[in-house]
């Protein structure tokens, strides 16, 4: 009985030269003979497991955080805010679509800076400031004030997603990559479960010193600023100076993301980089699917708890906890779907069936008889896997592209 050895810096090539079968072990080059495990792949299987334990839980717990802050408005209209500060509908449309022109103007200049420096600093200063900014919310007298401090929730949340998507390049192999994202994104429509549950807590408060709404915000703020100053001395930057690595499991991780991405590896920055970014028409292709995805995305997370109260004449703190059935449901399946699409190393098919599952569920909610409160919830759930499912599926796809 033999079995080829094959060194952590043993490149693919050299491999398929002395005989090796070629396959993946958890986005991994395996080689193996007579069913043996190789060294280059428990070495793979250790240093993925580190990442895991090590990065993952962390990114996941900060997004659940991110997504509370920017989205627990909706649950805060339920619970009076519209009527407190005197908005009219127009308004509180407003406070909600702000957000999104901060995020959009500052995306690129904040990843610019996340690029050219410290990950671990920038994030952690980005959490700080919007963390900051989601619980002084709870002091908005009026549309301007609440306008003002969604607009700076937005400023300082548009570099954290696509930062994380960056980041996560640095440390996983494409094959690797979709379950993770998937499941780092499944934690968004956790958070809407968790929203939720916290909401219909928060609603049975009784207090003459403030609303409901600003308990709301005070209580899913504070925790963000707290966790932003682990995270800037936690998180590491590269694998290159992780010191949870030894050594040679540095050269190893390093070895095989360059050899998985090819001449994609190089992290470098310019100008010229950018500008061939705006040039590449499938930039453009990109942008018009994510855009679509993404207006059907967050109209559900903005207005689910709205719909919910909608079908029937539930209480508020009902309304709240009846919001959490369809969240935690998006979270199942996304998870599952990252998987399912990284077993098979296929996007594009998984992401236009969780489409289809949501275009079924809008237009469920579009036709189904208001007496149907049990199928009209039902469509939100189905309506809220499906929008959820796809992103992390579509993001794993541009990004291994």
Partial sequence: MTTQKLSPTTSIQDAEKSGGKEGFNDGSFVVEQENEPNERAIFTKRIVSKLDRRIL?????????SYIDRSNIGNAKLDGLEEDLNMSQSEYKWSLSIFYFS?????????????RWRPSYWLGIL???????????AASTNFASLAAARFFIGVFEAGFFPGVIYFMSLWYTRQEYGRRISFFWSFSSLAGAFGGLIAYGISTITDDR?????????????????LAIFTAYYL??????????TNEEKEFATTRLAEDAGASYDHS?????????????K?????????TGTIALQGVTLFLPSIVSNLGTWSTPVSQALTTPPYFLAFLVTVAVGWSSDKFFERAYHMVITNI?????????????ASNVAGNYCAACIVTIGVYANVAVKVAWFNNN
């Fill in 103 to 115: 995020y959009v103007i500052f995306d690129l200049p904040s990843n610019i800076i996340m690029r």
């Fill in 269 to 281: 920055w310019s100008w010229s980089q950018v500008i061939s970014v705006f040039k590449d028409w």
């Fill in 357 to 369: 599952f949501a275009l079924v569920g809008f237009l469920l909610l579009m036709f189904l008889p």
């Fill in 57 to 65: 839980p962390l990114l996941c717990i900060l997004y659940l955080l």
């Fill in 127 to 137: 959490m700080f400031l919007w963390g900051t900014v989601a619980t002084v919310m």
């Fill in 236 to 245: 590491p930057n590269s694998p290159e100076t992780a010191k949870f690595l």
């Fill in 210 to 226: 403030l609303k409901t709404w600003q308990w709301l915000f005070i209580i899913e703020g504070i925790p963000t600023v707290l």
């Fill in 283 to 291: 930039s453009y292709i990109y942008m018009a699917i994510y855009i």
